[in-house]
């Protein structure tokens, strides 16, 4: 059983029991996610439609207005009346959305390439891109690496946080760290972007702060900001 992670996040619900990741699921679910795992965890679509149910089977599903019930994201918010929902049915739903994906890709000819790595060393030639487009962490808006421990504990991998590019006093992280490190990953991509080109940084948070951290950042990479 692993324990809810330190931070805003992952304390949120102790004050309603919850200490522990299997807090989020019913006895009935947390079986029947169980089940469904043992299934599926060497067969990589399969696991990767998995990691969407045992978001979804929690006790966090809420009910929505517009219908479609799920989670609340950039949260572990626990509702007061929570939609427990059917893992089979949430499975099967993945499933076919999957299948449609695999069909769509299949007569593309494109291709693209993904890589897991930290944006202040990328491993791509400089002078070598033609255009980026960036949605950075926005401050302490999200806590990221906190809210990926429903699907960590599921894996048992957990993320390096060291590294984490927010904000978040729990942990030590202050305005400062955030700003060296947003300035560092800045300067990877002027490195890498062609003589000339263009960057699109999506941003969004509400603190003046924030916002002069981030174009200050910009700035000391070498970008010139020609529209807001």
Known sequence: STRTPEGGEGSRNVRVGILYIDDFYTKENKFAVSELYKIVKDQSIFKF?????????TIMRRYNEGGGHRPKTRTMYKPSISSVGNVYNIYKKKLSQLE???????????????????????????NSIDYIFT????????????????????????????????????????????????????????RILKPGKWITIGFSNTSSIMWNIITKSIKKAGFIIANV
Request: hydrophobic share 35%; net charge negative.
């Open 49 to 57: 439609g998995f990691l969407n149910t045992c978001w979804h089977a």
């Open 100 to 126: 449609a994906f695999q069909n769509y890709i299949a007569e593309k000819k494109e291709r693209s390439l993904i890589q897991v790595a930290s944006c202040t060393k990328l491993n791509i030639k400089s």
């Open 135 to 190: 949605d950075p962490p926005f401050g302490a808006n999200i806590s990221y690496s906190e809210l990926n421990c429903i699907w960590e504990s599921w894996l048992k991998v957990a993320t390096n946080s060291q590294l984490e590019a927010i904000e978040n006093k729990s942990v030590n992280k202050d305005s400062d760290y955030y700003s060296e490190l947003m300035a560092e990953a800045l300067k990877e991509y002027y």
